[in-house]
């Protein structure tokens, strides 16, 4: 039987990168994007879903159950990465749209999707952070979802035992964004102890990891070439 992946933010850098390997690997994938769409595939049904907007994220839902009575793996990958405002107006604009991808969307997949789930033994994998644990003061908005994603993960690997696994992953410079010039990768590769960008084949290895190991649950595994445990 066809595995069946659920994957949100699947039509860039890293949810896209997830999304080819597991096509790759022969699974149908029903993935999520906002701005940019996947490459077609025979195996990926795409849809634009934005995650600000919970009556969408529950269409999208019912549109992947009705064509899939079982799934075997959702990755919750979606993510927004913004400094904070300066004025608190926006920054509460902003809170709102980070727990809206952050939080609301993770919760409303797993609550909606866990006897498909259940149905395939499958696993959840949630794509968090590092800064989990050492939150970055100028990202704290940020860092602050994403912690209560980690909390999710605890929670649902505990609520949904035995019958599907969930385990997060956690990035850290795997891959510098357009605007990041020299001397700011420099400085973060100078504080990562094996000094170097990870890519996006490091994050996907951990996956397949996680995927196959039918014997990890509330497992948190740091992607970061060791700067978790140098000087943030």
């Known amino acids: 039987m066809q595995p069946v992946a659920v994957v949100t933010g699947c039509g860039r850098r890293l949810g896209e990168f997830i999304t080819t390997q597991l096509l790759g690997q022969g699974y149908r994938v029903y993935g999520q994007y906002l ?15 934005d995650f600000t907007d919970a ?29 904070d405002a300066e004025e608190v107006a926006d920054g509460l604009v902003q809170l709102d749209r980070f ?76 891959l510098f964004l357009d605007h990041h010039d020299e001397a700011y990768r420099q400085q973060v590769l100078s504080r990562t102890l094996l000094q170097v960008e990870g890519g996006l084949e490091p994050i996907w290895k951990a996956l397949w990891m996680l995927i196959n190991n039918p014997y990890m649950t509330g497992a948190r595994i740091p992607v970061d070439g060791g700067r978790s445990v140098a000087q943030l």
């Open 35 to 49: 701005s940019s769409s996947p490459a077609p595939h025979p195996n990926l049904i795409a849809s634009r879903v």
């Open 55 to 83: 009556q969408q994220v529950q269409q999208w839902v019912q549109a992947i159950l009705s064509g899939a009575d079982r799934v075997d793996l959702l990755v919750n990958n979606a993510s927004l990465y913004l400094p």
């Open 99 to 174: 727990h809206r991808i952050h939080l609301q969307a993770p919760y409303l997949l797993v609550q909606s999707l866990k006897g498909a789930l259940a149905q395939a033994s499958g696993s959840v994998v949630n794509l968090t952070d590092i800064y989990v644990h050492h939150p970055n003061a100028d990202y704290s908005l940020y860092c602050a979802t994403k912690a209560g994603l980690d909390s999710f993960t605890q929670s649902w690997a505990r609520q949904l035992a035995p019958g599907v696994r969930v385990n997060s992953i956690e990035p850290g410079p795997i």
